[in-house]
């Protein structure tokens, strides 16, 4: 068996800077949420995820890579003014020939997905989930509760630190999802497994994920690692690999268009219209692409979707005849009635092909499951 990794970062539709990191570096895979402000959280999540490949590189268990890296952000902080108090979240594995090590720290996530069942393997390490633990907050509360990011243990803040280590099984055909809680904070875990479920290539999976994130607000970076247990013989089809998995750590590029949502930017974009030239605005504006609703049926816009003094800023490139009840009824496509942002026409009209499958999709599992529906 070998793994096919997919990767993506994003910024999020709020943060000035990106501080997760991840790592790809076959058969050590991560990610890093750091926390600590303007550069300390950059930093720490970058240097614990440099510790952890070097140690780990260098012989170590993983369990005590990390430990390293631990050390390594905490004599850090402890040494530079400039990044005093930083510290960082970490969730990494490293694949075996038939099972995973897992190491966690923090409220970075690991997931498995197996034969269309979405199980978290990590437990965040938070005020919020030691109170539903202990019985004095039921799950729902916690998504709400105004302590939900606390965090009770990380990377860097202390001396010494406790790790969570397990091995999990693997099959072929799995598919493990690593990601920052910038993912699990803005999208439920039943569109986590409807993505998952729809999107059969690795890099696909990652890109949707955060898209999807960025989507719902997008207000924290957003990171997601997504590796495939295939056969070696379907690995050699498939583009990527673990040899040829992206590496890189503190991504700060988007791999979403920003969501066009919310009375301020209304404004913003009032006052553009105001104060900018015609023309210039014009230009700017036939270069956005979105998927949406016109007259009851999938369509594609160029534009915005936004109304601005009774103008719209967008227009029906193509409408297709694909009923929009039948997509809005799927967890992956339910705000389609806002605007799924896209960044080309081109990309524009392969939504409407993944969204067309999934409705057959969807439509088949319906008929096979007497009339349930699945994403």
Do not use: K
Not at 45 to 72: D, K
């Amino acid at each position: 068996m070998r793994i096919v990794a997919g990767v993506a970062t994003d910024i999020g539709q709020v943060r000035e800077g990106n501080e997760d990191s991840y790592l790809a570096e076959a058969p050590l895979y991560a990610v890093a949420d750091g926390m600590g402000g303007h550069r300390g959280g950059e930093v720490a999540s970058q240097l614990a995820l440099e510790t952890v490949e070097t140690r780990y590189g260098a012989g170590a268990p993983l369990e005590e890579a990390v430990r390293g890296a631990n050390t390594a952000v905490f004599e850090r902080s402890s040494e530079d003014r400039a990044v005093e108090g930083m510290g960082t979240t970490i969730t990494a594995v490293v694949v075996e020939p038939s099972s995973v090590h897992l190491a966690h720290v923090g409220d970075s996530r690991a997931y498995l997905y197996r034969a269309g069942a979405l199980r978290q393997l990590t437990e965040d390490h938070t005020l919020v989930q030691r109170m539903i633990t202990a019985g004095e907050i039921t799950a729902a509360e916690a998504e709400v509760h105004p302590h939900r990011s606390v965090l009770l243990r990380a990377l860097g803040t202390d001396a010494d630190v406790e790790v969570d280590v397990q091995d999990v099984g693997i099959l072929e055909g799995d598919r493990l999802i690593l990601c920052s809680d910038g993912l699990t904070t803005m999208i439920a875990e039943e569109q986590i497994a409807a993505i998952a479920s729809s999107t059969p290539a690795a890099q696909d999976a990652a890109d949707r994920l955060v898209r999807s994130a960025n989507r719902a607000g997008g207000i924290d970076n957003i990171t997601v690692v997504v590796l495939d247990v295939v056969s070696d013989d379907a690995a050699q089809g498939l583009a990527g690999g673990p040899e040829a998995a992206p590496r890189r750590t503190a991504g700060t590029e988007p791999s979403a268009p920003p969501a066009w949502r919310g009375p301020a930017v209304r404004v913003a974009i009032a006052v553009v219209i105001v104060l900018a030239a015609f023309t210039g605005f014009r230009t700017w504006l036939d270069g956005r692409w979105y998927v949406g609703v016109a007259n009851g049926h999938v369509a594609v816009y160029r534009g915005i979707p936004v109304t601005v003094l009774g103008f719209d800023l967008s227009r029906v490139d193509l409408e297709t005849t694909i009923p929009a009840d039948d997509v809005a009824v799927l967890p992956l496509y339910e705000d389609i009635a806002n605007g799924l942002n896209v960044d080309s026409r081109e990309d524009a009209l392969q939504q409407i092909d993944q969204i067309e499958q999934d409705v057959r999709d969807a439509e088949a599992a319906a008929r096979a499951g007497g009339g349930g529906q699945s994403p």
